[in-house]
């Protein structure tokens, strides 16, 4: 491998500064008058980052970052990822996180901080889902499909996954990822895929009860998110209305900024970016095959780099017509994402590696005719990976998949 530059080494050195951050244990406190005062107090402050930290992510924000090449801000976070092989503390939904959730402009930040780390200004974030994860390079292996799309659709080559539980296990995991890809002079693309919103906790009934806590392979993925109706209050009146107040659909994560700017920047930049309504992850056989134990992340020990992870779709339209057995969406196989690199636990990646998420309301910029779709409670009822999957079965002919096993719809999800 080729040295780095000068200017890059300098991330390493904050990389190789790195120290896990220290919480002292929670104390019990007896009386409504110290309670008070500690809610208070737990409200008002931000986690405690050591100076290590902070360094980092100042310099994930400033000294010519954003204008390195793909390769080399790869190589940056890889360093800062692996610097610290070991798992932050999944993080507990405390009156702090209370606190912070009821501001709009801590929400909003999620899709206006265009950077890799996490963001600090008004509000420094912290991981209060998904906090806990395992991080590996990968790249997109794109097919002829995708020559409708732009920007990453055409190549990305310099990408980064961190694959997480939504939810502290219990002892279900809630499995999803984020996905990371570098650009040239300009900020990542980055979206956020998953299966369902509350994990394994009601479907598929075919996993049995220990793959239930472990395997992140069992099923596809999508970057929408139904918002069942069979969703618990916590998750369905709580979290998701909570974070509504700032965006309408907030179970879809939009793809415009991953198809509006390329990875090269040789490449013209696309002001009109062209991009699927939806994608769908197939957990390839490989991936599929994959054991684990009842540690959570046990799995990502036996990745391996050129493993194909899995065959991506596009839905290059909605689907509204999810209740009639005779329509299919308009789904198409697109290409494969494949690892990079072992995948590992990782404190940075925990603490401080951001993953930006679009609102849909930009995506209906691009495409109004989408626009509607957010206040149609039935349709984001069913919208997501388990109303896809069945119907990729019927595209068995562009890939050799292994799609016997994909969970049906359940009948209920389509009263």
């Given at each position: 491998m080729a040295p780095l530059p000068p200017e890059v080494e300098s991330f390493q050195i904050e990389a190789s500064a790195l120290r896990t951050r220290?919480?002292?244990?929670?104390?019990?406190?007896?009386?409504?008058?110290?309670?008070?005062?500690?809610?208070?107090?737990?409200?008002?402050?931000?986690?405690?980052?050591?100076?290590?930290?902070?360094?980092a992510r100042t310099a994930l924000f400033g000294g010519g970052y954003q204008d390195q090449t793909a390769v080399n801000k790869l190589r940056i976070l890889w360093e800062l990822v692996t610097s610290d092989k070991t798992s932050g503390p999944?993080?507990?939904?405390?009156?702090?996180?209370?606190?912070?959730?009821?501001h709009k402009s801590y929400l909003r930040q999620t899709a206006e901080t265009a950077n890799d780390a996490m963001p600090t200004d008004p509000w420094r974030h912290s991981k209060y889902i998904h906090a806990v994860g395992a991080v590996g390079k990968a790249h997109f292996e794109w097919n002829e499909n995708s020559a409708e799309y732009s920007g990453l659709f055409q190549k990305a080559d310099h990408c980064m996954l961190r694959f997480s539980s939504a939810k502290t296990p219990s002892p279900h995991i809630a499995p999803g990822m984020g996905v990371k890809c570098l650009r040239?002079?300009?900020?990542?693309?980055n979206f956020v895929a998953m299966w369902q919103l509350d994990g394994y906790d009601a479907i598929p009934t075919s996993l049995s009860e220990d793959e239930k806590t472990c395997n992140y392979f069992a099923v596809p993925f999508s970057n929408h998110v139904a918002n069942r109706n069979d969703l618990p209050a916590s998750i369905r009146w709580a979290a998701y209305a909570t974070f509504q107040r700032v965006d309408e659909a907030p179970g879809w994560v939009g793809l415009s900024s991953f198809a509006k700017d390329p990875q090269d920047a040789t490449v013209k930049r696309f002001d009109m970016p062209r991009f699927p309504f939806a994608l769908v992850f197939v957990p390839t056989a490989a991936a599929k095959a994959l054991p684990c134990t009842k540690e959570s992340l046990s799995q990502f020990a036996h990745v391996k780099p050129g493993m194909a992870l899995y065959e991506v779709y596009a839905a290059r339209q909605p689907f509204l017509d999810y209740t009639n057995p005779d329509v299919s969406p308009d789904l198409v196989h697109i290409g494969a994402l494949k690892a990079d690199s072992a995948f590992v636990p990782s404190k940075y990646g925990d603490g401080q590696l951001f993953f930006q998420h679009d609102f849909f309301a930009t995506d209906q910029a691009y495409y109004p005719e989408w626009k509607g779709l957010e206040t149609n409670d039935t349709f984001k009822a069913n919208e997501g990976a388990l109303v896809y999957a069945k119907h990729i079965k019927e595209l068995r002919g562009e890939v050799a998949l292994d799609l016997t096993q994909l969970p049906e719809v359940p009948e209920p999800l389509l009263a």
């Open positions: 220290s919480r002292a244990p929670p104390k019990k406190w007896v009386g409504l008058g110290v309670l008070c005062t500690v809610a208070a107090v737990a409200a008002l402050t931000p986690p405690v980052d050591s100076p290590d930290w902070d360094a999944f993080q507990s939904l405390g009156l702090g996180a209370v606190y912070r959730f009821l040239d002079g300009v900020p990542s693309g």
